[in-house]
């Protein structure tokens, strides 16, 4: 497989490290342990396109949101976290 | 003395007579030529037998003339070079060439197992699952070892591969799979329209099928059109040819895998030369010009030697010179078939008949046999004489229902052709059925992939040309290229008629896999035993899962399969195609990453110095370190390790410990990012201290620890444990770029740009203090306990100066440039040798933080909450921090968690050992009173004797209970007591002193 890095460009597997599903988001300090428990525990288990987290760890260092087709591995987005690169949100 | 080559032909092949190899097969010397495989060779000196089969040990000769080859196998080389199974049809000989045939004993002649012939009744499909389900210990001690040394392929060697293999990358717009018509062509177009082209050839000489069969392209012989085409494309800079490379898998992202089979024709590789080289192709196209294999008819004694694969009949006379036989008999149900019939007639031998099992054969045909005297004979092989010295005698039913013989010494058989479907099925693609040719062609193939010429069901010369050319071109195009192709080779189609034959039913075995004994009244038994699913009937019978994959046999199994059960061969099915096309060594897989190179290894700053010194060295990850440094005298590794501890406790000594993960923690939000991912606050720690820090995972469970320094304002260096350098690393690069975005923080590795010395014990400021600048206050107002700041050191360079302890004693760490490592350590033993310095290793840092109580990895195992070390104090309440949430959940705050605890033996004498399970006193060891474990041990040189920590149910609350250590893996048992873990110095009075 193949992501090409918003950074360094197109990159082999080998440089890049899977995470996982790149919807669930981080609840807020007050949400409750319920919330927090679906977080770091409930996945989906997608059959078809899902966004993932990906981080380039023998390149740049940025974590990546990957679309990618669990099907068939056809990787139809790659975008940079929020925070990746020297950017900083809101500034 | 190598025999006569009495059956190569006095001119004529692709071969070089002016260079005679000599080779030994089965211990006997014969003689080739360059430019033969071994078994054209074999062929050439008349020998037909060359193996015994798998399970039945039938005499078995050669079937063909390449990678699809199911029996001709053999153990090539001699020693740890011996390989197995390896195809006579495509090992290049080279001159002392050594081989042996497999699966015989004691001789290929003379094979005791062929009894098992006899038995065949009782071998037949699931045997192993029917036979030996009861009693299982019987198939463990008597069933199994008896069937392995009956059953088998060849030997594996037994000692170190002593080769080298390599892996490597190549990049083009185009890589072409195979260099027959169709791919030289494709090369051609993709090549002149300038894109950059890489053609991969399993043979070690270009030309596919046009070394074999003749034709005219472009007006010229085809001989003399390949000779031109290479030439031209040889003056291509942008080309490249790859010989002795099989592309064997494609990869998601246009990603194939090829092996280049770089050595493997010479006894062994030149020096510093490796045999093979795993290549990893990227490419924006790729043409699969693969060719077909043709396909055998299944009938009685169908595995005789002499019985041989028409194409490759021709193959071996045409390309080698190489007689198969001298009077020899075709059985056909197609007209490809009769293109042997020319060759053989060209090469002066005879024709027995043709069996043709089509309705009509052409006039031209008809005139061919009345011209040269044989019959062409209406009807169907249904059986064969003949055994281990070959074909004697052929039995033909003929259409109507009469039968005939025919004596010939070689069965030349052709079933028609199937393409060869792998490459562009490997992406879970399914091949179609064509009606027309009665074989499988590509339905799709992955993306950035089409199939040409026979690989795509098209036989023709002309099509495979004009195929392979406009999918050449159309491939440069979609990759950017778009110079002028010219125009395309042309060559007129030979006619194709086939009429579809699998089996032909007939007294005694007819083998479908030959590789693996399948017969086809296995295939009919396992259908009558419910395995019709051709992925059942695969695993059932073992059809297709040798190590040729079934290239020979999967179409004419499931064939027969949609026969008996009355079902259409597409409606039966294909099973799943999965890479590689061809067997290709683990090493090469493997490459460099073997032995010492399995992994890299990082080298401390000062390991040099330390080798020097005669230390001994820990694999830790990838690292190196220094565990202990033996001195002259000392009879073990305890003695040393002593010796270090009271050093240090009672003078000063020094320790490399760079290879903790050190990270530069930058910014305005820092101070916030920190208190985000440790429990406790780094926020309001002051600048020019430092502070221990405790990660969670976002589960509540402990992932890190660490002391953190704030440098300046916006500036804090953080240091992780030396296993989780990295995943800490990518874990706060998550936090920073995913989860907290709106922080203004940036995170810098710098664990090699540091190397950081841990220097311990109460004469270290007195060490210090010929190291770093006068001018710098070391004392206790001017650099208290958790101090950190940089410090000016004598010379001039500037160091990060640490007041830490790990041991328990006044100590400090002293982080210099990566590049001074070294002499750092040099000046530390050179200025402290009035001091007595001495150098520890892991092992004494180890058994001073045991006797201190701190927790390090053992403790650290990923299951542990900061509470069961005895750190929940340090969670604040305050704000939120990652794994805070999870960390209060029931069963992660219970009062009976297995927590920290300090363990000694009652007996002092007596040895500790980790792993030991802790159980009340006075009780049965079980599961269910097993009441935790001991984590870390070592012997206390301060207290004269072993001590250790322990995960125990409520640990902390039983201090003083004496429990039993129940060890069963060393067999031990004994009373411990659970103390308080810090057993050194429990206020902490040297560190701060």
Known sequence: ?91 | MATNQTNRLSSGGVIDRSTPLNFRFDGKSFSGFQGDTLASALVANGVKLVGRSFKYHRPRGILTAGSEEPNALVELRTGARREANTKATTAELYDGLEAASQNRWPSLRHDFMSVNQLFAPIFVAGFYYKTFMWPAKFWEMIYEPAIRRAAGLGRAAVAPDPDHYDKAWAHCDVVIAGSGPAGLAAALAAGRSGARVILCEEDFVPGGCLLSDDGTIDGLPAAEWLARTLAELSSMPDVRIMTRTTLFGVYDGGTYGAIERVNDHLPTPPEHQVRQRLWRIVAKRCVVAAGAIERPIVFAGNDTPGVMMASAMRTYVSRYAATPAKRIALFTNNEDGWRTVETALAAGLQIAAVIDARPDVSPAHRSLASKNGFAVLHGSVSGVDGGKDGVRKISVSLTGGARAEVEADGLAVSGGWNPAVGLTSYHRGRPKWRDEISAFVPDGAPPGMVAAGAANGDFGLGACLSQGFAAGAAAARDAGRNGNAGTAPVADDETFSLTPLWHVAGKGKAFVDQQHDVTASDIELAQREGFESVEHLKRYTTLGMATDQGKTSNVGGLAIMAAVTGKSIPETGTTIYRPPYVPVAIGAFAGHHRDETFHATRLTPSHHWAAEQGAIFVDTGLWKRAQWFPRAGEKDWLESVTREVKAVRGGVGFCDVSTLGKIDVHGPDAGAFLDRVYINTFSNLAVGKARYGLMLREDGLVYDDGTTSRLAEDHYFLTTTTAKAGLVMQHLEFCRQVLFPELDVQLTSVSDQWAQFSIAGPKTRDLLKEIVDPVEDLSNEGFPFMGAREVALRGGITARLFRISFSGEMAFEISVPARYGEAMARNLMQAGKQFGVTPYGTEALGVMRIEKGHVAGPELSGTTTATDLGLGKMMSTKKDFIGRVMAGREALVAPDRQVVVGIKPVDKARRLRSGAHIIPKGQTPGPDNDQGYVTSVCFSPTLDQWIGLGLVERGRERIGEIVHAHDPLRGEDYDVELCNPVFYDPDGGRQRG
């Open chain 1, 1 to 91: 497989m193949r992501i090409t890095c918003p950074f360094c460009g197109e990159r082999e597997l080998g440089e890049f490290t899977y995470l996982g599903d790149a919807k669930p988001q981080r609840p807020v300090a007050d949400a409750g342990e319920e919330a927090v428990y679906d977080y770091v525990y409930l996945r989906d288990n997608v059959a078809g396109v899902m966004a993932e987290n990906w981080y380039h760890g023998g390149g740049c260092r940025a974590w990546l949101k990957v679309t990618r087709n669990t099907l068939t591995h056809e990787i139809s987005s790659v975008e940079p976290a929020a925070g990746a690169g020297a950017a900083k949100v809101g500034a």
